[in-house]
């Protein structure tokens, strides 16, 4: 159990270092807010609360991994180098493929709600 602990203890500290030193990483996070605000406010059924929870999910480990192979890369390497130079663009690709497949997830659940609610808000208007 001190083993679980210990290691939560060691992830947490991880979030808020990625958190502190990272700005896209403080990007996904409030993008996050706002997906948890949209899924709360248009009612989301429950298998779309589990895409966007594994959306969010998936993009937040990309980027806290991709800021652990860019700290690790600078650090064994600080001078430009061809191949970890392509390692450090890997990284940042999964973050990207991460971020648009999560972007395309949002796209499918929300805005065909947002479309609705336009079109209901549009109708009592007139």
Same mark, same amino acid.
């Given at each position: 159990?001190?083993? *679980?602990?210990?290691?939560?203890?060691?992830?947490?500290?991880?979030?808020?270092?990625?958190?502190?030193?990272?700005?896209?990483?403080?990007?996904?996070?409030?993008?996050?807010? @706002?997906?948890?605000?949209?899924?709360?406010?248009?009612?989301?059924?429950?298998?779309? %609360?589990?895409?966007?929870?594994?959306?969010?999910?998936?993009?937040?480990?990309?980027?806290?991994?991709?800021?652990?192979?860019?700290? *690790?890369?600078?650090?064994?390497? #600080?001078?430009?180098? #061809?191949?970890?130079?392509?390692?450090?663009?890997?990284?940042?690709?999964?973050?990207?493929?991460?971020? =648009? @497949?999560?972007?395309?997830?949002?796209?499918? =659940?929300?805005?065909?709600?947002? %479309? &609705? %609610?336009? &079109?209901?808000? *549009?109708? @009592?208007? &007139?």
């Amino acid at each position: 159990m001190k083993r *679980l602990a210990k290691s939560m203890r060691h992830g947490f500290r991880g979030i808020a270092t990625t958190f502190r030193s990272e700005p896209n990483f403080r990007i996904h996070c409030v993008l996050s807010v @706002a997906a948890v605000i949209f899924g709360i406010a248009l009612h989301i059924s429950l298998g779309e %609360w589990v895409a966007v929870v594994f959306a969010i999910g998936f993009v937040m480990a990309a980027e806290a991994l991709n800021t652990a192979i860019e700290k *690790l890369a600078d650090r064994v390497e #600080p001078e430009i180098d #061809p191949a970890i130079g392509v390692a450090k663009d890997a990284s940042a690709a999964g973050v990207l493929i991460t971020a =648009i @497949a999560a972007g395309v997830v949002g796209a499918i =659940i929300f805005l065909p709600k947002l %479309w &609705n %609610w336009l &079109n209901l808000l *549009l109708e @009592a208007l &007139n």
